[in-house]
Every structure is written in C-alpha cells, then in structure tokens.
C-alpha cells in the first residue's frame, strides 16, 4: 500500500510545519481528507488556534473551530507524521539577499523527527536549487537517513493570495515536484485530495522553484512599468487612472496598476532569482531596475503628500496627517514588508508624525514590527491630509460626509485628499474643491 493510500485510509498522518498566511489553510484544507498535525514553534500562535481564533483571517474563526488539526508547538509531534509540508516564510536580509533561516531551521526541526518511509514537501519560496542542495543536506545531518533511500523529497511553490475569497486556496492550480516519478506521483495525488483546480506536475524540483520566484518577478516588472509611467505622467500633469482606463479598453490589455509592492512575495521573490543568478555571473538588467522602481513609490507618494499640504499653505511639520491603511494589501492582516510604512518614514524625515488607522492590522505586531501606534478613527479629528493607503472594506464604505467630519472647519480647498489605491471618488472631491491627487 502506497504513503498516499495510507494517508487516505488516516494510516499514517500529514504534518504541516509552519501555520502562518499559507500552512494555516492548508492544514485546515487537508483535515478535511486526512489526519493532520499543524506545528509552529510559536506557542501563543498554537493556543490562539486552539481556542479557535484564526489570526490570519484566512479560514476564519468558525473554520479553525471546527477543524480537526491536531495543533502543536512540541516539535516531537510531528515524528507521528510520514507526509511534512514545510510553510515557513522565506524573507530577505537588509542588504535585499535571501535570509533561508526560517526554511534551515525548519529542516532541522523535520531532520531531527524524520522516520524511514517519509516525504518531506516544501512550499516556502526560495530560488532554484534550495530544496536539494540546502534542505537535504541538513535533513540527512539531523535524521542520520539517506536521501532517495529512507526519505524522498518534494517541492510545491505556495499560490496563496492572502486575503481574496475568490481565487482560494481549492482554486488555484497547485504546481508539484518530486525527486522522482513515484515521489512526484505520490505528492501530485495528495495535493489533488484539496485542489478543485487541479495539479501541474513539473519536470524536476528547480523547474517548480523556478516558476514560483518567475510568476511573481514577472508580477513586479508589469507594476514597477506602470509605476515608472504614473511618475512619469505627474510630472506632464496627465491622470494616470484616466490613461489607464483608455487603455484598458484594447482585448490584449494586462491591466496592472500603478501600486506599493510590498507583501511576503511579490516584493521579495525577485530578490531570490536576481541573487542566484548573480551567483552564476549574470547581473539583472530588467528585474533588479523593476525592483528599484518599486521600492521607491512610497518615498514618491509621501513628496507628492508635502507638495500638496505646501500648496494649501500648511506648515508641514505642524500637519495633521491621517493615513488609512498599513497592511501590505486590502483586507487582510498582513503588515510583513508594507510598503506604506516608507510612506510613513519619508514622512518623518519632514518632521510629519502621522495618526495612522488600520482595523485588519494587529496593534502590538504593529509597535513591535515597527515602533508604530495605531489609532481608531472614531478618535481622529480636526485633519489637514487624508492618505487613502490601503482599499480596506471599511474605508471604501467612507463617505464625503465622513471625509469633512474627519477634516473638522477646514475649507474644501485646504483640505489635502491622497488617494493611493485610486478607489475614490475623484470628481465628487475635485467638484468639492478638495486638493486631491491620486497615484
């Protein structure tokens, strides 16, 4: 009997190893099917889900209640598992390198529970050539077990868009990899239990590690383009939204929109390719400036924040700044590498201090991440700009109505709207009078 009909017959047990924005609903997805044990070295994380409370609002508070995930941060637990998912984040230094520090550590915590017979499957984004000759390395060290003899090995890039309810985790084509056709062939049926989608199942491990840091690179260079032309087009005092729009109307449009490209993937995966391949002696041209250009939006929103508060004659350091919004993305809770935080940063060095309101955001991540406060809005008054950050639900159900309760006895003219996201109601606010700019 084959590892996948064990774990269909709850023979043997999967371990998801790392419960975060992506282990989280696969761990939930696959209690479904078969027996799981969801790990995470982070003890308040594990109790928070033992008490059913979903912190990344990916399945919801009802979805982690009702789940039968055996959730555990005693890394000897997942010694009862044949079938690990490894799910741990893969983030990068300050010099823009990768840090493989969560994914090492990881390793040596399956390493040191592995049994005879396993398969060990990462998911966490790295460049070509990690899982082989940096993950099995440390398995075999920790375990003292022969790789493609008593453990096989299998790579299947995360698809994850945290927050959407459309495009879940069931609906996205899940691409898979093995070290050979009967691992390939067992990881392809496994996954297959949970995705509606479908599998690709790709030829070598490095091809699927590859896809996964191309498919989001090339996300990155289609917004860094339209962020070049959005600065591009301020300075000719052309709407850029408008421009957009017209175009949008040919078949073959991409549609991409200027944007902050922050975030746990699109804003760090170009960094694991461009760094092997300058590893291997070629040096990116179209990635690294792709990068650079996006890496620099929040510098050029905040500029265009104090342009706009000088010319409706505001004493810049005595502004009263109000940005809605510090989540990397709309409605989710992620604030890993947020892009409005250089908003925030440029702005100090102005001397602004701005009120900063995010609902989806956690409180304490945020002053530990950051050194940020954040505010409710109900406790917000008497504003001079409103920065529009993040298209949260709650913000987009805000009104003009709301808009001059929040600006207090300002004239429409002094009153500075910065729309980000593009979401407003650009007319309404210039018919108003509002000084307003969007990106």
């Known amino acids: 009997m084959s590892l996948y009909e064990k774990l269909k017959n709850r023979q043997e047990k999967i371990a998801i190893i790392g419960l975060g924005y992506v282990g989280m609903p696969l761990a939930v997805a696959f209690a479904e099917k078969v027996d799981v044990i969801g790990y995470d070295l982070n003890k308040e994380k594990i109790e928070l889900y033992k008490s059913g409370v979903d912190p990344t609002n990916e399945v919801g508070d009802e979805g982690v209640k009702n789940s039968n995930v055996n959730f555990t941060h005693v890394e000897e637990d997942i010694r009862e598992a044949k079938f690990h998912i490894v799910s741990v984040p893969t983030p ?15 390793s040596r915590t399956v390493g040191r529970n592995l049994t005879k017979g396993s398969i060990v499957v990462y998911e966490s984004t790295v460049y070509p050539g990690v899982t082989e000759d940096v993950c099995v390395p440390i398995l075999e060290e920790e375990s003292g077990l022969k790789y493609g003899v008593d453990f096989k090995v299998g790579y299947s890039p995360e698809r994850i868009n945290p927050g959407d309810r459309v495009n879940t985790l069931e609906k996205i084509v899940k691409i898979v990899s093995g070290m050979d056709n009967d691992s390939l062939d067992i990881i392809a049926k496994v ?3 949970i995705i509606d989608a479908g599998v690709h199942r790709a030829s070598s491990i490095k091809v699927a590690e590859a896809a996964k840091v191309v498919e989001n690179s ?17 300075k000719m005092e052309i709407d850029s939204k408008d421009v957009i729009d017209a175009m949008n109307t040919k078949w073959n449009a991409l549609k991409f929109y200027p944007g902050l490209v922050g975030g746990h993937c699109i804003g760090v995966d170009p960094y694991y390719f461009v760094y092997e391949a300058e590893k291997l002696g070629y040096h990116s041209q179209i990635i690294l400036s792709g990068r650079k250009i996006n890496d620099k939006m929040g510098e050029f929103v905040a500029n265009n924040i104090i342009k706009k508060l000088i010319q409706t004659n505001k004493l810049v350091k005595e502004a009263k700044v109000l940005i809605l919004g510090l989540t990397f993305k709309e409605n989710c809770p992620d604030i890993r590498n947020s892009k409005v935080v250089d ?4 702005l100090k060095e102005y001397g602004v201090e701005p009120i900063i309101v995010d609902p989806r955001a956690d409180k304490e991540e945020v002053m530990y991440e950051y050194g940020l406060k954040l505010t409710s809005l109900e406790d917000v008054k008497d504003i001079d700009c409103l920065v529009m950050a993040v298209g949260h639900d709650e913000f987009k159900g805000l009104s003009i109505e709301n808009f001059e309760d929040l600006f207090g006895d300002l004239t429409n003219e002094e009153r500075v709207v910065i729309d980000v996201k593009s979401i407003l109601d650009n007319e309404e606010l210039v018919k108003k009078g509002y000084s307003y700019w969007r990106l």
């Open 92 to 106: 990068i230094k300050p010099d823009k390198t990768p840090n493989l520090s969560p994914v090492e550590g990881a």
């Open 191 to 193: 996954y297959e239990l």
């Open 218 to 234: 090339q996300r990155d260079i289609n917004i860094a383009f339209m962020n070049e032309l959005a600065m591009v087009f301020d």
């Open 343 to 346: 908003i925030i940063d440029t």
